[in-house]
């Protein structure tokens, strides 16, 4: 098993930065492939960042693209999201994921993470 604790959401103005940060904890960290997917008020839960257990692979939402960066490190155990000219549709709960060994195309999806965290709210202001 694997617990995931996500932290640093909050309320920020468009424009803004904004890094949120996830703990894992339970099982081999370096196994691990980890993303982040968001949820928006009325939408589906789309998939927006991913680094694989290798971390030579990564994903990312187009409409993110530029500005979010996904990190990852293995001492801490932390995979972090440091979102740049946050827009207020980037407003959603952010749920932190990982997946034994999963391939970050499978990741990506719905289907791929086998362990999410609570989420933590992140809301931009226009």
């Known amino acids: 098993q694997v617990q995931l604790v996500e932290s640093g959401g909050g309320l920020v103005q468009a424009g803004d930065s904004l890094k949120i940060s996830c703990a894992a904890s339970?099982?081999?960290?370096?196994?691990?492939?980890m993303g982040w997917f968001r949820q928006a008020p009325g939408k589906e839960r789309e998939s927006v960042a991913v680094?694989?257990?290798?971390?030579?692979?990564?994903y990312y939402l187009d409409s993110v693209k530029g500005r979010f960066t996904i990190s990852r490190d293995l001492a801490r155990k932390m995979v972090t999201l440091q979102m740049s000219n946050l827009k207020p549709e980037d407003t959603a709960v952010y749920y932190c994921?990982?997946?034994?060994?999963?391939?970050?195309?499978?990741?990506?999806?719905?289907?791929?993470?086998?362990?999410w965290g609570q989420g933590t709210q992140v809301t931009v202001s226009s």
């Open positions: 680094i694989g257990w290798s971390g030579g692979s990564t």
């Open positions: 339970g099982r081999p960290f370096g196994t691990l492939t």
């Open positions: 994921t990982a997946g034994h060994f999963t391939s970050v195309s499978h990741m990506s999806t719905i289907e791929g993470p086998q362990y």
